[in-house]
């Protein structure tokens, strides 16, 4: 079984497949997958739609007419559109959230493209996160690495890098807690 199909599976996996290959099919990956951020972004923003998407009380027809609603208020019709109204019709968007996670993963393997957290002490610049894709590109075979860049002043200084499922951490912090163990030890 390969790694993607591992990772996108199960009833919210099964619905990501087929919305990436209508959207392979029509040439419109990028456009669905901006369209379904605008949606995961309402999502995220708004507690109301997290309740009313998560609710199994509204009956189906109710959800496809309030998302119609919602969908046209983001300006998102054709497929993406098309999408969400048939799986609120078949009652399981309540499970939009893992479809969304599981399309942009299979985007990213069309695309061959890796995704990276990186934090550290302090925000990083341009010019560092630009350098830490050339080498994070070259731990993952050469493939396109996007980073997300987060803040943690607790790490006192360094890095600590999940690529994958691969974790890499050079904090200061994690380094003198190695050290004080260590002093335990031998004391």
């Known amino acids: 079984m390969a790694v993607e199909e591992t990772i996108v599976s199960g009833m ?14 029509s040439g419109q ?6 369209e379904l951020q605008q949606v995961r972004s309402a999502y995220r923003e708004s507690e109301d739609l997290q309740k009313f998407i998560q609710s199994p009380v509204f009956s189906a027809e109710t959800q496809v007419r309030v998302l119609t609603a919602v969908l046209e208020s983001l300006g998102i019709k ?7 109204k048939l799986i609120a019709s078949k009652r399981r ?25 990186v934090t550290s002490a302090a925000a990083l610049k341009d010019e560092q996160i630009e350098a830490l894709k050339g080498s994070l590109a070259a731990l993952s075979g050469g ?4 980073i997300t860049a987060k803040v943690d002043p607790a790490l006192i ?6 690529l994958g499922s691969r974790m890499i951490d050079g ?5 003198l807690n190695a050290i004080r163990t260590r002093m335990k030890e031998v004391g």
């Open 171 to 175: 904090s200061l912090k994690t380094k």
């Open 29 to 34: 990956i990028d456009q669905v997958a901006d």
């Open 12 to 25: 919210a996996g099964r619905y990501a497949h087929a919305l990436f290959s209508l959207a392979k099919e």
């Open 93 to 117: 968007l309540f499970g939009a959230p893992k479809m969304i996670e599981g399309f942009n993963h299979l985007r990213d393997v069309e695309y061959g493209i890796v995704r990276a957290t």
């Open 143 to 146: 493939k396109s690495v996007e």
């Open 78 to 84: 054709g497929l993406t559109a098309n999408f969400f």
């Open 157 to 162: 200084g360094g890095l600590v890098v999940q």
